[in-house]
């Protein structure tokens, strides 16, 4: 089946499908976006997605494209169009194409593009296993907290993990507390079994896996702490793990090299996989 991308009301072959070369996301990084996890052919947690999607939209002072259900229906189509039963859909609404100007244009429209693809998560071998982490300093800009597509220091860090041979880089602020990864949330386990991660304020993205784990945490009986924890309490914490939609619940298991615990998963971190999986698998309905 080939590809078929959404773009600005049309269904294009994913080769051909293109934006203006003034679309504001190119020259300016002008625009937001969402990853959506999709399983059984449905989306996982599309509505907390779209309520983000409208608060980075607010934030940048960007309308929306369309109302939320049209949204739901070409969210759905791209998904649908591109036979994904297991796999992502990315959508992106940028402030639109305009004559180069750093200022907001007048009359622009906001311009929306979505893709889908097939993917079936991460490599068993690192649900199993876990990953590694390197930390670096957390060059991005004050805002975090708004999904846009200015990812640049994202992706040279996790290019430095990659190369250091690491799976994801942990960021670090002025502080030398870990804010998160360049494209998951941060989250360690201390000694009493608490869970701690970050709390959503504008230094970091407010992860949609985040706030689905949280959400499971009273049922499993598992405290929340939502502060800031340096390098060092990380490193010599009981259990780490990461969260985003494409990875789920990912346990951490070594930190610049650094062993966490006695580096292999952790028994609340691979219960809180178990716990998320389901979740999800009962979004996704019958198989
Ligand atoms: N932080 C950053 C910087 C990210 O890019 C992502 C993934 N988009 C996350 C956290 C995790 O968010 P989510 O669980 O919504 O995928």
Do not use: C
């Amino acid at each position: 089946m080939s590809r078929i991308a959404y773009v600005n009301g049309r269904y294009l072959p994913h080769r051909h499908a293109s934006v203006h070369i003034e679309d504001r996301s190119i020259q300016f990084a002008d625009a937001v976006y969402e990853v959506i996890a999709a399983r059984g052919g449905r989306l996982v947690d599309a509505d907390m997605h779209l309520a983000r999607l409208h608060r980075s939209l607010a934030a940048l002072e960007i309308a929306a494209p369309m109302s939320d259900a049209a949204l739901g229906t070409v969210m759905r189509e791209v998904i649908r169009r591109n036979g994904v039963v297991e796999g992502f859909l990315y959508l992106q609404v940028s402030r639109g194409a305009a004559p180069r100007d750093f200022a907001f244009p007048r009359h622009a429209k906001p311009g929306l593009v979505m893709t889908a693809r097939r993917h079936r998560g991460p490599a068993a071998r690192l649900i199993e296993e876990g990953v590694g982490v390197i930390t670096l300093p957390d060059i991005r800009w004050a805002r975090p907290d708004i999904k846009s597509v200015s990812l640049l220091p994202n992706a040279l860090g996790k290019q430095q993990a990659k190369a250091a041979g690491a799976f994801e880089a942990w960021q670090v602020d002025r502080d030398g507390n870990v804010t998160e990864g360049t494209s998951s949330n941060a989250w360690i386990v201390t000694s009493e079994g608490d869970l701690v991660t970050r709390q959503a304020d504008a230094g970091i993205l407010n992860g949609v896996t985040r706030l689905g784990v949280i959400g499971l945490l009273r049922r499993e009986g598992l405290r929340l702490v939502e502060r800031p924890f340096s390098v060092a309490e990380a490193k010599a914490a009981r259990e780490a793990f990461l969260t985003s939609t494409t990875n789920f619940v990912l346990p951490v298991v070594s930190i610049d090299g650094t062993p966490v615990g006695n580096g292999h998963p952790g028994s609340i971190t691979r219960r809180l996989r178990q716990a998320y999986e389901a979740y999800v698998a009962a979004q996704a309905g019958a198989p």
